[in-house]
């Protein structure tokens, strides 16, 4: 079992790497086996928070609103994790973007670390879901602020430390810190076509769109053309064409 590392977790306001972005951080240092530093901080987002993540995760807009910005933060998490191995819950999500921040920040973040969940698929045949409530429940970790950052590193840094204890012996390759590769997808710029289309819904609907469309994603353009068409509706002399 490592006695040193840096457990993490983020919330974000979506899955996606490329397009969402992190609106909170949890993080402890472990030094010979005992709690040594802690990390806890909301970040200013760069988009809205939606009601499904608020749902979850309990933090709204008016939490972050004057939170710091994201390079700011990233730079004391970088110094916070000094050259320590990372231990997270599906750790290469929280990983890719902790990753993508840093390399735009221009910080670097070339890390080896170690994922409960990884292990827990391979030693944990008892229990069906692998999800870190699940397996809480199973070895009887309390969380009572499950899917807050800090809460989640704590729960998974105790997850870590009764896994290693029942299974390392027997499953020690488990245990043993791997690189952790992250690099950016370039992404993709709107089509002509779809700003024509937006620019269309926009006028149609007398919508206020306060996005910037020529620096907007293919990916960012079809989610606001997507989200128009369900809350508005489709244009009248366009539905006949469908």
Do not use: W
Request: charged share 25%; aromatic share 10%.
């Amino acid at each position: 079992m490592l006695k040193s590392y840096v457990c993490f977790d983020l919330e974000t306001t979506g899955l996606s790497v490329e397009e969402n972005c992190i609106i909170e951080f949890g993080a402890l240092k472990v030094r010979d086996g005992k709690v040594a530093g802690r990390f806890m901080t909301f970040v200013r987002p760069e988009e809205t928070i939606s009601p499904k993540i608020t749902e979850i995760t309990g933090i709204t807009n008016a939490m972050v609103k004057d939170a710091p910005a994201i390079d700011t933060v990233m730079k004391e998490f970088v110094d916070f994790c000094e050259d320590d191995v990372l231990i997270g819950h599906n750790l290469m999500f929280d990983f890719r973007f902790a990753r993508k921040y840093a390399g735009r920040c221009g910080y670097p973040f070339d890390k080896q670390g170690i994922d409960t969940l990884k292990i827990a698929r391979s030693v944990c045949t008892g229990v069906v879901s692998k999800s870190l409530g699940s397996l809480c429940e199973y070895y009887g970790i309390v969380n009572a602020s499950a899917h807050r950052a800090y809460h989640d590193a704590l729960a998974t840094a105790k997850l870590y430390q009764i896994l290693s204890h029942y299974y390392e012996d027997e499953n020690g390759g488990l245990f043993v810190p791997e690189p952790l590769e992250y690099k950016e997808r370039k992404l993709q710029p709107a089509t002509p076509r779809q700003k024509a289309y937006l620019k269309e819904l926009i006028k149609y609907h007398k919508i206020d769109f306060k996005e910037n469309m020529d620096v907007m994603t293919k990916s960012q353009m079809s989610k606001a053309i997507d989200n128009i068409l369900l809350n508005y509706g489709i244009p009248a002399r366009k539905r006949g064409n469908i």
